[in-house]
Antibody
Framework: QLQVQESGPGLVKPSETLSLTCTVS??????????WGWIRQPPGKGLEWIAS???????YYNPSLKSRVTISVDTSKNQFSLNLRSVTAADTAAYYC??????????WGRGTLVTVSS | QSALTQPPSASGSPGQSVTISCTGT?????????VSWYQQHPGKAPKLMIY???KRPSGVPDRFSGSKSGHTASLTVSGLQAEDEADYYC??????????FGGGTKLTVL
């Protein structure tokens, strides 16, 4: 059964770069027709799609975050990653990774809370 | 882009049916059949319940159903059970390789 799991620092300083990695297990990240995505959820608030990537490196970005976000993939490690630059307190959120199939997300990782604070 | 519009709350008694709406525009919900619904229990990750407007993933009870009319999609939960109490989010493809979620609806089982 395919699973995804987020990892990365739980605390990032303002103006620095938030970096997270998602490890895919129980299946290959290089499977045709599967993209891999990041979604975030500020505490007590709703979901926001951030970006998605195909194993070939093809990417989709949320226009509102595109200027600060880079998503990348490492097929040798069955992982994909998120970099969010110049973070502020507004970027404090639970960050989820998920498989992205034809504009739906399933399954999701358990999520990792990232706090932006000095 | 703007988030899709959902009512903040909905409720029903055990055994009853409840419907949650998700209103968008012709650029998202109304323009594509890529509406999905997610259930999120407190402190847990979201779970896909409905995709492509009406389809149910394997393992999701058939008490959950989806529909769409114009710019509004709906999730109906029939035969409400205590474990259905959760937050529900809709999402839709919004064109130009973009995706948008709704603001979420808290479903309370009375």
């Amino acid at each position: 059964q395919l699973q995804v799991q987020e990892s990365g620092p739980g605390l990032v300083k303002p103006s620095e770069t938030l970096s997270l990695t998602c490890t895919v297990s129980g299946g290959s990240i290089s499977t045709s027709n599967y993209y891999w995505g990041w979604i975030r959820q500020p505490p007590g608030k709703g979901l926001e799609w951030i970006a998605s990537i195909y194993y070939t490196g093809s990417t989709y970005y949320n226009p509102s975050l595109k200027s600060r976000v880079t998503i990348s993939v490492d097929t040798s490690k069955n992982q994909f990653s998120l970099n969010l630059r110049s973070v502020t307190a507004a970027d404090t959120a639970a960050y989820y990774c998920a498989r992205h199939i034809t504009w739906r997300f399933d399954p999701w990782g358990r999520g990792t809370l990232v706090t932006v604070s000095s | 882009q703007s988030a899709l519009t959902q009512p903040p709350s909905a409720s029903g008694s055990p055994g009853q049916s409840v419907t949650i709406s998700c209103t968008g525009t012709s650029s998202d919900v109304g323009g594509y059949n890529y509406v999905s619904w997610y259930q999120q229990h407190p402190g847990k990750a979201p779970k896909l319940m409905i995709y492509e407007v009406t389809k149910r993933p394997s393992g999701v009870p058939d008490r959950f159903s989806g529909s769409k009319s114009g710019h509004t999609a709906s999730l109906t939960v029939s035969g409400l059970q205590a474990e259905d109490e959760a937050d529900y989010y809709c999402g839709s493809y919004a064109g130009s390789s973009n995706f948008v979620f709704g603001g979420g609806t808290k479903l309370t089982v009375l």
